[in-house]
């Protein structure tokens, strides 16, 4: 079973700043099968990135997934307000599909 | 447009049941695995069950395992959860999402409804 472990908890930041938001996996994912979600208060998770690198279908090029093995990133490239939300790392190549707990965004 | 809409969620006692639905619009829904995802109040997500396409393979979390039960009608377009027994830590938004594919890549959860609040209080 994969856990995933993201940091930091909480993020601040400012607009126009880059955001870096890590997710640690052990053992590492099948495949780099690795997903990165955004959730909004009040609404539906929004798939951003899958299979690590890739970008999710009308997702903005700030948002960019890296990262193999044990060790995946999210970038946010010149932040918006609207970045601000919960940002959910998650596994999807075998059972069970789990989720890290979650990264939050803050825009000053 | 790509839809799902979930139904069924409200108020049950420690104990008690209630069947979810999700209905699908907008895509082939016979060939795409599906899954139920939750969010207890102020927590984060939590992967509950998957099916695929066929009922091939059908996946619990070991926190529903044995009381609750995934199924699809493909005729009807709609996914099911069937919750049993259950338990004041069940109170969650309950999610239907859609294992993406294309062009034989799996593409993670993309397609989420809004989801449906079951409440299980004592």
Known sequence: E??????PGTLSLSPGDRAT???????SPRSNY???????????????????SNSATGIPDRFSGSGSGTEFTLTISRLEPEDSAVYYCQHYGSSPFSFGQGTKLEIK | ???LVESGGGLVKPGGSLRLSCAASGFTFSSLSMNWVRQAPGKGL?????ISRNNDYIYY???????FTISRDNAKNSLYLQMDSLRVEDTAVYYCTRFGMFGGVIRGF????QGTMVTVFS
Do not use: M
């Not at chain 2, 979390?61 to 009381?67: F, I, L, M, Q, T």
């Not at chain 2, 993309?110 to 409804?113: A, K, R």
């Open chain 1, 2 to 7: 994969t856990v995933l472990t993201q940091s």
């Open chain 1, 21 to 27: 938001l890590s997710c640690r996996a052990s053992p």
């Open chain 1, 34 to 52: 690795l997903a990165w979600y955004q959730q909004k208060p009040g609404q539906a998770p929004r798939l951003l990135i899958y299979g690590a």
């Open chain 2, 1 to 3: 447009e790509v839809n």
């Open chain 2, 46 to 50: 939590e992967w509950v069950s998957s």
């Open chain 2, 61 to 67: 979390a070991d926190s529903v395992k044995g009381r």
């Open chain 2, 110 to 113: 993309d397609v989420w409804g």
